[in-house]
């Protein structure tokens, strides 16, 4: 399927959630409703690249959609993609993101929580302004993602909880607008030595999920030799490595 026509799900009304294929470039005229006739999905997963290069949802599936799931494996989320959406409440970024636009997510304050991939190094201006309801911001980057101006206005960030891995809380806690968040360390996040097993088995993934090591070892040390710095899973847990 390359296309979704023109009034493809018109009237609908006890369509509520949809998965867009990988193949799809485009989507028709009131495909999924229309403003005068009314909009229906509370649930929609997105596996086409090609459809998140679209600069806002709203007119293509409406505003009252509660959860977005990105299965595109994308870059860079555009400018404005899920403004005004006021009331979506939980999105599942993909692990290859490394970039999220200009109000991405503006006035979304109905968003409860939001889970930001390690490989995030730049968040647009007002991303998350007006994000009102969030409560837990979590940050899989062990460097904190550099920061335009009015990210997170409008958030109360005195309440929020940031999680970060728990060997950059430090780093954190001394980088605007982060410093501004309750920071809490990741407790999956553990130090090398804690988890070499006992007869030094080493399994070592990227945090994309790609094996890169596999056997035994001396020492921990020796396990993580020659390793770029960053987070990696090491035996199933969430390792900084330096």
């Not at 600069?55 to 409406?62: A, L, Q, Y």
């Amino acid at each position: 399927m390359a296309s979704i026509g023109d009034d493809a799900f018109w009237q609908c009304t006890g369509l509520t959630s949809i998965t867009i294929p990988e193949g799809v470039t485009s989507i028709g005229y009131e495909a999924f409703g229309s403003s005068y006739n009314g909009y229906y999905l509370k649930s929609i997963t997105i596996n086409s690249p090609t459809l998140m290069e679209a600069r806002n949802f709203i007119d293509v599936f409406g505003p009252q959609v509660v959860t977005y799931t990105i299965g595109a494996e994308i870059e860079e989320l555009k400018d404005a993609t899920f403004a005004n959406f006021t009331n979506l409440n939980t999105v599942t970024l993909p692990k290859t993101l490394i970039k999220i636009g200009e109000s991405a997510f503006d006035q979304c304050s109905a968003l409860t929580a939001i889970n930001i991939p390690s490989k995030v190094n730049s968040i647009g201006a007002y991303a998350f302004a007006g994000c009102k309801s969030l409560k837990s911001v979590t940050c899989d980057n062990a460097v904190p993602p550099v920061c335009s101006e009015g990210v997170f206005e409008e958030v109360p960030t005195n309440s929020c909880k940031l999680i970060v891995p728990q060997l950059s809380v430090i780093t954190y806690k001394e980088t605007k607008p982060w410093n501004e968040f309750m920071i809490i360390g990741d407790e999956d996040a553990a130090g090398i030595d804690d988890i070499v097993k006992h007869d030094g088995t080493v399994t070592i993934h990227t945090i994309d999920g790609k094996q890169i090591f596999n056997g035994k070892v001396k020492n921990a040390s020796e396990a993580t030799q020659g390793l770029p710095v960053g987070l990696y899973i090491i035996n199933a847990k969430k390792v900084y490595v330096k």
